[in-house]
């Protein structure tokens, strides 16, 4: 039989040394998280890169000078270079290009992190800076965990985390500007209580998805969709879609998004079509008939035989050869025919596709960034100039800080400037 184990009572000096210990070994997991940091992002471990000044001078946002968050920057890095710099070389690096936009209810110098790992440091921060009540850590993951680019979602997210920052409730935001999604006191309780950390729009699908009988398994389909990965002006009637496909069994993604497809089709011709009683597969069936006429349509359209111009094959006039990019798992690769760029511009949804003349003569190129073989960024060059004209993420997002490196390397070997106008 085990015999218990008794109490031992402490002495004084042997309580210091513990404490001692303990901070030492704190003190050792922070350094190695550094190390590791510093290592995975490829540059050396050196006092520089703790600097105000190298951060600032790196910061992929602060390139202009009129930047509006260089000011809370300058009094944001200091502290987090103090406690923990890897928030600094991670993926919070744009969380925190959030954060300094915002206004704070404390000053940055009295920040004394909690956690260990760097989203609950990050959590910590956010919580310091911005909340007056107790705030879900993981609700402060919607600042880095894909945030939304252009301004109208920016505001709502900002104005979503103002609300419940100072104590009030979400409630009073549904139906306005900050939040058109029609939610439930049960969805408002799902939203501010997610199990781990994700995206803003992500938190509200998942909401929707399980008020109205779903699984986790479909809300992330909706949230990878094409169509309800963003806040739409017609919330309203996405939300009774949701709910129809809640009483559905889809197999897989592909069908789903063809129904959606075809559905935003309809809206956008101000034909809306309800689901109501009706099956998926009838739906489906109707949605693939319409995919076959459009592509028919699409076929028979009018076309012209251009005579082919110089530098057709990709080359600039001056014999400029741009080669590929190729890091770990990051690559730039060149489009090279009509077909390809269009169904670029497709997949990313925005204009690229139409530069279809552009890029038969041979003045202009186009490249495509990814990672793990998903399209981040299209890029394109002017031959001419020797100069990046344009790079965009999914539908015309500003590029993340990742992104902004591998393209300023792969520029930088190819002896090319980056136009001043690319966010």
């Not at 099956?279 to 009018?302: D, N």
């Not at 094959?313 to 001056?318: D, I």
């Not at 990019?325 to 497709?346: A, F, M, P, S, Y």
Request: hydrophobic share 35%; glycine share 6%; with cysteine.
């Amino acid at each position: 039989m085990a015999s218990k184990r008794r109490k031992k009572n402490w002495t004084r000096a042997e309580r210091e040394r513990l404490r001692e210990l303990a901070q030492q070994k704190t003190n050792e997991r922070r350094n190695k998280a550094r190390a590791r940091a510093q290592g995975s992002e490829g540059f050396a471990f050196t006092s520089r890169v703790y600097t105000l000044e190298y951060q600032l001078e790196n910061w992929f946002f602060c390139r202009k000078k009129r930047a509006p968050e260089l000011k809370g920057l300058r009094l944001l890095i200091p502290p987090v270079l103090k406690h923990r710099p890897d928030l600094l070389t991670s993926e919070h690096k744009d969380g925190l290009t959030h954060l300094a936009r915002m206004h704070w209810l404390r000053a940055p110098e009295s920040w004394h992190p909690r956690g260990r790992n760097p989203d609950q440091v990050f959590a910590s921060l956010a919580q310091h800076l911005l909340a007056s009540y107790p705030v879900c850590p993981h609700l402060w993951a919607i600042l880095y965990e894909d945030p939304p680019t252009h301004k109208t979602g920016a505001a709502q997210m900002k104005a979503v985390l103002r609300t419940v920052a100072h104590g009030h409730s979400l409630r009073r935001l549904v139906g306005t500007e900050a939040l058109p999604v029609p939610l439930t006191r049960k969805m408002v309780h799902d939203l501010l209580n997610p199990p781990r950390a994700m995206g803003f729009v992500a938190m509200i699908r998942r909401a929707q998805v399980l008020n109205g009988g779903g699984t986790e398994a479909l809300a992330h389909l909706l949230k990878e969709s094409d169509t309800l990965h963003r806040i739409l002006p017609d919330e309203k009637f996405w939300s009774t879609v949701i709910q129809w496909l809640c009483r559905q069994q889809l197999p897989s993604h592909k069908p789903l998004q063809q129904i959606l497809d075809y559905l935003e089709f309809r809206l956008e011709e101000k034909a809306p079509l309800i689901p109501g009683a009706r099956s998926w597969r009838s739906l489906l069936e109707e949605a693939r008939f319409w995919e076959k006429a459009r592509e028919r349509e699409w076929q028979k359209r009018p076309r012209r035989k251009r005579p082919a111009k110089p530098g057709a094959t990709g080359q600039a006039s001056t014999g400029m050869a741009l080669a590929p990019h190729r890091q770990d798992d990051w690559t730039i690769k060149r489009i090279n025919t009509v077909r390809k760029l269009l169904l670029e511009g497709t997949l990313q949804r925005h204009c690229v596709g139409s530069y279809g003349e552009e890029l038969r003569s041979g003045e202009r190129s186009y490249w495509s960034l990814s990672q793990a073989g998903k399209r981040l960024i299209t890029i394109e060059v002017n031959h001419a100039k020797k100069e990046i004209q344009q790079a965009s993420g999914r539908a015309n997002r500003v590029l993340r800080h990742r992104e902004w490196e591998h393209l300023n390397s792969w520029a930088q070997a190819n002896g090319l400037s980056i136009c001043g106008w690319i966010e």
